[in-house]
């Protein structure tokens, strides 16, 4: 990249104290337009107060983010969203007793007006994606527990975006939804040229998904290359996996 490249998303040199704890020390990174960037390291790396500094939910002591060159300082959650900047959220949080139809399209609502019939056909093309058409006028609460984490990541997608942070999406879901998430991401990642940075301990997922990965250790950037390249790396094996992967 040259260095006049434009990142889809830039951090520089992000700090977050809470209390005595420094949770993110100096973290910079970049991700390219259309990437599917993998964020990946130990419990209590920093890597989701990162994604809260990145999406605002917490306001950095030092540094700045950038999406696509803009600087995002001093803007909440919503502003950032209504620029591009989407986030699914770990916890799923549904409207239970609206069908799963009703909560793609309350989604779509959230952010545009229905003057045409758009809303409907993203709708009725994400519940194809999904594989939930049989279960399109079910009520999300009667759902199982990895279906709800389908839909609501399904609703993340109907939110206009150029940029999603995923934390743990994979988390906790059987391997059939697992492969759904992962066909939902690589679709809008395709169709749309959607830039994605993803959390996740899921190892085999991110060799799938992610051509790089950043790896965090003690609120720092440790690392950053290929996942076979930064598993090699000692002081990542020693840090976070515990041994090599294969």
Not at 204 to 216: D, E, G, H, K, N
Request: a positive charge.
């Amino acid at each position: 990249m040259s260095s006049g490249q434009v990142w889809a998303l830039e951090t520089q040199g992000l700090r977050k104290r809470f209390g005595g704890l420094l949770a993110t020390n100096d973290v910079s990174l970049t991700v390219a337009p259309g990437e599917i960037r993998g964020l990946i390291g130990p419990n209590g790396a920093g890597k989701t107060t990162l994604v809260n500094l990145v999406t605002g939910v917490h306001a950095p002591d030092a540094g700045d983010v950038r999406l696509a060159g803009k600087s995002l300082q001093g803007l909440g959650m919503h502003q950032i969203a209504r620029l591009g900047l989407v986030r699914s959220f770990q916890v799923t949080r549904l409207f239970g007793n609206m069908t799963v139809r009703e909560n793609l399209l309350t989604s779509f609502l959230a952010r545009r007006s229905l003057h045409s019939g758009d809303g409907l056909a993203l709708t009725d093309s994400m519940i194809e994606l999904t594989k939930l058409g049989r279960l399109a006028d079910t009520q999300a609460k009667k759902l199982s527990g990895g279906q709800r984490a389908l839909l609501q990541m399904a609703c993340g997608f109907m939110v206009p975006g150029t940029c999603y942070v995923l934390d743990e999406p994979f988390s906790g879901i059987n391997p059939v939804i697992k492969d759904s998430i992962i066909d939902m991401i690589v679709d809008v990642n395709r169709r749309h040229g959607a830039t994605f940075l993803i959390v996740s301990h899921e190892m085999s997922i991110v060799r799938r998904l992610c051509p790089q990965v950043t790896v965090m250790m003690e609120g720092r950037v440790a690392a950053q290359g290929s996942l076979d390249e930064v598993a090699r790396l000692p002081e990542v094996i020693a840090g976070y996996l515990g041994k090599a992967l294969e």
